[in-house]
């Protein structure tokens, strides 16, 4: 599947610290150390509907990682699927009388475009589960002669009792999980389900939905598995961060590992998990099924800066669930406003301090806010410095500009 163009990206002269992320399956917070390449999987869209500010939050969450790995002087693998063809799409393409892979196109193509605005990273490898339908298969395969699936009528379904690890990535009681199963996709009161948290790997073809050949018969994959199969496919197991919104942590990913690990025991998925937090607005977590969307497109439409778009999300850690306001939007394009006409005034004041803590606070756990407060004090210093400073040396120091740039995705 195509991607979208990458932005430039200045090179630093100076390097960043080793990256610090949390990790979801240990609580805790930990020190990345890639072996070879930095290795990073992201969970892409459904694409019924894109790109709402939920959307944007997790992508931009992890192009800071990308920006902190390579700017702390690692190669990056990045690797994105897009889930274009699913129940929610079928639904909508069907509700709207429209062809679902003309509806999965065109709404790829809006990410693409939001993408590219927010100057977001792009995978090296932009998967869509209709092109990776081989690798499923594949998969799937494995875990048929591993014993870890069985029929329900015509489908096939993964037993979770197949890795012993199932659990570990979210680290939920069962109870929880019961509960979270049917919110999130699965079917725990089907009948003839050996048990309630058994995922189905190959839907048998129904009428009028698509469907493929398969040694299982025609069909189509099951969500988890997609992402097991394209994850090993571009990665191999135990890659360095499995990533996506806090949404997905039970069932998706646990899934997704489970899915693996019972192919090759003792053979970790992902060596991290690095989850975002819930965008709301109106009071509610931000939702298709609620349609309280903000979309990036809408915005974009309307005018606003892409940059003030994203400047917006950095003002909140990754990790925490926040509220979005429209008035958001305006501050930080005055912000961005204070900063340019800062960057305006030349080398007047020293950047190496705030250079510095910048970096050390994207690779402390991509902390944007702190980050977002260390430009903050330089445009300050900047501004307020009086005329008999002396001048910095730009030559001894990286211009701020391609810090903004290069650590924090803001081209100004």
């Given at each position: 599947m195509r991607t979208w163009p990458s932005p430039p990206v200045p090179v630093l002269g100076t390097a960043g610290p080793p990256v610090r992320v949390h990790d979801t399956s240990t609580g805790s917070t930990v020190l990345t150390e890639p072996q070879g390449p930095a290795r990073l999987y992201v969970c892409g869209i459904t694409p019924y509907d894109a790109t709402h500010l939920g959307h944007a939050a997790t992508y931009v969450a992890f192009d800071l990682l990308n920006r902190a790995w390579r700017n702390a002087g690692h190669d990056v693998v990045y690797v994105q699927n897009v889930?274009?063809?699913?129940?929610?799409?079928?639904e909508r393409a069907a509700r709207d009388g429209v062809d679902w892979t003309a509806l999965a196109e065109r709404e790829t193509e809006l990410f693409r475009q939001d993408m590219t605005a927010l100057r977001?990273?792009?995978?090296?490898?932009?998967?869509?589960?209709?092109?990776?339908?081989?690798?499923?298969?594949?998969?799937?395969?494995?875990?048929?002669?591993a014993g870890a699936t069985y029929r329900v009528d015509e489908d096939l379904y993964y037993s979770v009792a197949a890795d012993e690890t199932f659990g570990d990535v979210s680290s939920m009681l069962r109870e929880e999980m019961l509960h979270l199963f049917p919110e999130r996709g699965g079917d725990p009161d089907r009948p003839g389900k050996r048990d309630p948290l058994d995922a189905l790997l190959w839907r048998a073809e129904r009428p009028g939905e698509p469907a493929w050949d398969s040694p299982f018969g025609r069909?189509?994959?099951?969500?988890?598995?997609?992402?097991?199969?394209?994850?090993?496919?571009?990665?191999?197991?135990?890659?360095?961060?499995?990533?996506?919104?806090?949404?997905?942590?039970?069932?998706h990913h646990e899934m997704s590992a489970a899915h693996t690990q019972a192919v090759g025991p003792g053979c970790a998925f992902a060596r991290t998990y690095v989850h975002t937090g819930m965008v709301g607005y109106q009071g509610e977590k931000m939702?298709?099924?609620?349609?309280?969307?903000?979309?990036?497109?809408?915005l974009r439409d309307a005018g606003v800066d892409p940059m003030a778009i994203r400047l917006t999300l950095l003002q909140h850690h990754y990790r925490e669930d926040w509220e979005y306001r429209s008035q958001t939007l305006a501050e930080a394009a005055a912000q961005l406003g204070r900063w340019r006409e800062a960057l305006a005034c030349g080398p007047v004041v020293g950047v190496a301090a705030y250079v510095a803590e910048v970096l050390a606070a994207l690779a402390d756990d991509l902390d944007a806010p702190r980050a977002?407060?260390?430009v903050q004090e330089w445009a300050d210093a900047t501004l307020t410095a009086p005329d008999?400073?002396?001048?910095?040396?730009?030559?001894?120091e990286p211009p701020m500009r391609d810090v903004l740039d290069a650590a924090l995705g803001l081209a100004l």
């Open positions: 889930t274009d063809v699913d129940d929610p799409l079928l977001v990273l792009p995978p090296d490898h932009y998967v869509g589960v209709v092109e990776a339908i081989p690798l499923v298969v594949g998969q799937i395969e494995r875990l048929v002669a069909g189509r994959p099951g969500w988890h598995i997609e992402c097991s199969a394209i994850a090993m496919a571009h990665l191999g197991a135990g890659f360095d961060v499995q990533g996506g919104g806090s949404d997905l942590i039970f069932p939702s298709k099924s609620r349609g309280n969307l903000v979309f990036v497109s809408a977002v407060a260390a008999s400073a002396p001048e910095a040396d730009p030559a001894a």
